[in-house]
């Protein structure tokens, strides 16, 4: 598909990589993101292991719309990325919000519900 | 007319406290008297009416369900005028306000002044309701509340325990018979339909309609889901035995008597208005009301006069014995009771009633007079320790001596009469039923007993030696003395009757030394002075005149005649002629009754004032029956083992139960709860990490579970 208005050629997708090196990768990104969500103790980097969470499965998301020659797989990844991006608004202000008032971005000093 | 009392009641119990003593009082009398008034009046222009004919007042409907011709329960509030009402509402309002007004002066230092007269009101109320209600239901209306105000009175010092427990006894022994009576009610309305005494379809007007009365009133009851197989008892003998259950416990019959010499840890005056006038005489009243029932069923009446006979004679021997004076009074009163009961169950139903009458006389004369002497001996109620009383207490002497030729039966008084009636019926009615010669030996035995008690409280109090101490004039003494007294007693209320002498003794400047008997204020005394009076002329008023009186078996007495539109029987309507005993019997029955009673008399002239034989040496050489007798048969003792202990073993495992099981189930389920919530919260580590590898844990879960399900 060659839109012809575009002032660059896109760059060539290598139509040799198989789909299961994209399931592969975005398997590895997903595993990374997990045991950053797991075991990093700062806020910060729990969120933004999240976001590597998304992004993965998002690319596994395109792999297959590729691989079957539909959209519907990209439509869905505007929606992740759309939410998100409001999570990281409101997840952001809760974090600030957090460090004011504890003086700490540390997820295990946070834990007054503890029941 | 029940309104009044009514009113002054609710006036005291919400201003009494504000209006002070003397205006609460005397609030109360006027409502009590204004009642009195307006029955007199009512009474008159009933009685120069046709008297025929009941005269009804109907209120408004209580309880209608279903409506217009398939009316399924009716039954109204609404009163009813008729001649047994008259008498009764007479007698109640009459005895009622002359015990107000004596209230006035017994509790005038009381310090639940208005209380006490809140109750007093509320309880001529209730009997107000009792005797002029129209329906049976509305009956048992005030029939309960009677016996709450019973409860509130007799439980008046509630301070002390024994009044408390007094109180308490009167209830629960009323409950018993009133649960009688409240099935005797269902009764009534499944096989009549109606709780109006009288109407065309009142209980009366169905019995006199032939038709409805095969179906009713001499139907059948089924009873074989109970007893077995082909148990069948007639519907009026049920009902009238059930009633005759109510009529047991309000009357103290004897079952369920024991509550009656209990309820003297009252006030006095409250004996008197119990004991005299009104709640007693409930159950005669019902009785008298439902003749029509119990003629249906001749057995019931004997059962009527069976019981009655025995508690007369019962309650008597128990008072031969008795040393509180009160006490002597309040088994007087079972006994006096058990006559009309005897009376009742011949068939002579305006005989019970006219005894009824004249005893409310010459019982609230009496005990009045004793109030009055415990009054003057400082709350002394021991015979034993009285004596003499004649010389320091003339007026309240004298007046006590009539009523008790009154109760004796001598002649030109008021006992006499009526008591000598009761008996007469019962030897009449012994001549067709032989079984009735036991209960004339009963009622003739119970003369000579009654004679010989009545005697020994008279002789012991009034006559002979005081032999109370007598203590010294000072007036610093007197108040230590007061003192003393008061512990000495036990009593606990806040009255010292001492006050009312002090205050008496300067009024009358007889010069009279507190501690020494004195006679009783002025106010007292013409109550005893009107009661006695009553008690003198009572018997006669219902003859119609003398001529007639001594063979008064031929002709219905003027109070039959008055009675008989209320009385007048259904059943035995010309069934059988009954046969009346000539003049010759009948004196020779009165001289025995007479006879007996002055033999009475006598022995307790010989006893307690010649002193030949010692009443001591002959408690000694009976032993064992004085023992019975002083200690009331152990009927008391009795009910405590048969009844209230295992009863109190009942409550004690219910109590068990309830708190091992009932709220052992209730607890058991809040304390699984608070385990398990102990156990979970544990996973409420509060480290979100943690969290976050249980959601990962959990995703690995689901996916494994997808992966290697079979």
């Known amino acids: 598909m060659q839109l012809p208005f575009l002032p660059f050629p896109l760059p060539a997708i290598p139509p040799n990589v198989p789909t299961e090196a994209y399931l592969i990768l975005g398997g590895i990104l997903f595993a990374l993101g997990c045991m950053g969500v797991m075991m990093r103790k700062s806020v910060i980097t729990i969120f933004m292991s999240i976001e590597l969470m998304l992004n993965a499965v998002n690319l596994i998301f395109v792999a297959f719309s590729r691989q079957l020659g539909q959209l519907d797989g990209q439509i869905f990844v505007f929606f992740v990325m759309a939410v998100a991006a409001a999570e990281v608004a409101v997840g952001l202000a809760i974090i600030i919000d957090i460090f004011r008032s504890r003086r700490t971005a540390d997820i295990d000093d946070v834990s007054w519900l503890k029941g | 007319m029940p309104a009044l009392p009514l009113a002054g009641a609710v006036t005291n119990a919400f201003a009494g406290r504000r209006l002070g003593k003397p205006l609460s009082g005397l609030l109360a009398c006027l409502a009590v008297f204004g009642a009195f008034c307006i029955a007199v009046l009512a009474v008159s222009t009933y009685v120069s009416g046709d008297t025929s004919r009941p005269h009804q007042l109907h209120l408004f409907p209580w309880i209608a369900w279903g409506a217009g011709r398939s009316q399924v329960l009716m039954a109204e509030v609404g009163f009813m005028l008729d001649p047994l009402a008259s008498v009764m509402v007479l007698v109640v309002t009459g005895i009622g306000s002359l015990i107000h007004l004596y209230s006035l002066g017994y509790m005038s230092h009381d310090a639940s002044y208005s209380r006490f007269f809140t109750y007093l009101n509320l309880f001529t109320f209730s009997m107000l309701v009792l ?23 007799i439980g008046f010092w509630f301070t002390r325990p024994s009044a408390a427990s007094a109180g308490k006894k009167a209830f629960i022994v009323n409950r018993i018979g009133d649960w009688g009576f409240l099935i005797g009610l269902f009764l009534i309305w499944t096989s009549f339909g109606t ?4 109407g065309d379809h009142g209980v009366a007007g169905v019995l006199d309609d032939p038709g409805k009365v095969l179906i009713a009133g001499r139907g059948g009851l089924d009873l074989s889901w109970f007893f077995g197989d082909g148990v069948v008892v007639p519907v009026a003998l049920a009902i009238s035995l059930l009633l005759f259950v109510g009529a047991t416990g309000k009357s103290a019959q004897v079952p369920l008597y024991v509550w009656l ?29 439902a003749h029509s029932l119990y003629e249906l069923a001749p057995a019931a009446l004997t059962v009527v006069a069976t019981v009655g006979a025995i508690t007369a004679i019962f309650a008597a021997s128990i008072a031969l014995v008795q040393n509180d004076i009160k006490r002597v009074l309040a088994y007087s009163t079972v006994s006096q009771l ?6 009742l169950g011949t068939g002579a139903f305006a005989t019970g009633i006219f005894h009824l009458m004249t005893h409310a006389f010459f019982k609230a004369l009496l005990f009045l007079g004793a109030g009055s002497v415990i009054h003057g001996l400082s709350d002394e109620q021991d015979l034993r320790r009285m004596g003499g009383l004649l010389k320091y207490m003339k007026v309240t002497a004298i007046t006590f001596l009539v009523g008790w030729v009154a109760i004796i039966g001598i002649p030109p008084f008021a006992g006499f009469f009526s008591k000598d009636l009761i008996l007469a019926k019962t030897f009449e009615r012994a001549q067709e039923d032989p079984f009735y010669y036991l209960h004339y030996a009963l009622g003739l035995i119970t003369v000579g007993l009654t004679a010989f008690y009545m005697s020994r409280l008279v002789f012991l109090a009034f006559f002979g030696r005081y032999r109370g101490e007598v203590v010294s004039h000072t007036p610093a003494t007197v108040a230590v003395a007061a003192q003393h007294d008061h512990v000495q007693e036990g009593t606990v209320h806040t009255a010292p009757a001492h006050d009312v002498h002090a205050v008496s003794d300067t009024h009358a400047g007889q010069g009279v030394h507190p501690g020494v008997p004195h006679e009783s204020p002025a106010t007292m005394l013409i109550r005893l002075i009107a009661l006695a009076a009553l008690s003198v002329v009572g018997g006669v008023i219902p003859l119609s005149g003398i ?16 009675l008989a539109p209320s009385l ?13 005993l000539d003049a010759t019997t009948e004196l020779i029955l009165t001289a025995l009754s007479v006879g007996t009673a002055s033999f009475g008399v006598l022995i307790a002239a010989a006893m307690y004032l010649a002193g030949r034989p010692r009443p001591a040496d002959l408690a000694g050489a009976f032993t064992s029956p004085y023992r019975w007798l002083s200690n009331k048969w152990y009927v008391d003792e009795l009910y405590q083992a048969t009844i209230a202990h295992p009863g109190a073993r009942l409550a004690s495992f219910l109590s068990a139960f309830d708190l091992g099981v009932i709220d052992g189930a209730v607890n058991g389920v809040a304390r699984l709860a608070r385990g398990t919530g102990g156990l979970l919260r544990r996973l409420q580590s509060g480290y979100v990490r943690g969290y976050a590898v249980s959601f990962v844990a959990g995703a690995f879960a689901v996916l494994a579970y997808w992966a290697f399900r079979p």
């Open chain 2, 568 to 580: 007048e029987s259904h059943a035995a309507k010309g069934d059988h002629a009954v046969q009346h």
């Open chain 2, 261 to 289: 010499p209990d309820a003297m840890e009252g006030p006095t005056p409250v004996s008197a208005l119990i004991h005299a006038a009104t709640m007693v005489t409930a159950g005669v009243y019902m009785v008298a009301r």
């Open chain 2, 547 to 562: 001529p007639e009186f001594l063979p008064f078996g031929h002709t219905p007495t003027g109070f039959e005649q008055f």
């Open chain 2, 131 to 153: 005797v002029l209600a129209n329906n049976f239901l509305f009956m048992f209306v005030g029939w309960e509340l009677v016996g709450l105000c019973s409860y509130l009175l």
């Open chain 2, 338 to 343: 058990g006559y009309m009961f005897l009376g």
């Open chain 2, 195 to 198: 709780f109006q005494y009288f």
